[in-house]
């Protein structure tokens, strides 16, 4: 039963890092448009 308990804590925590991770890469995808387009506009000034 302890098992369980430790493995459902566990497994939680694992979910959560992933969701994050996922969420960090989703917005990192998002900022590359933006930052392509940024350092175009920088060059040329």
Known sequence: MIGFIFGLFIGAFIGVALMCLC????????NIGNHKTSEETKDDE
């Open 23 to 30: 969420n960090a890469a989703s917005n990192a995808d998002k």
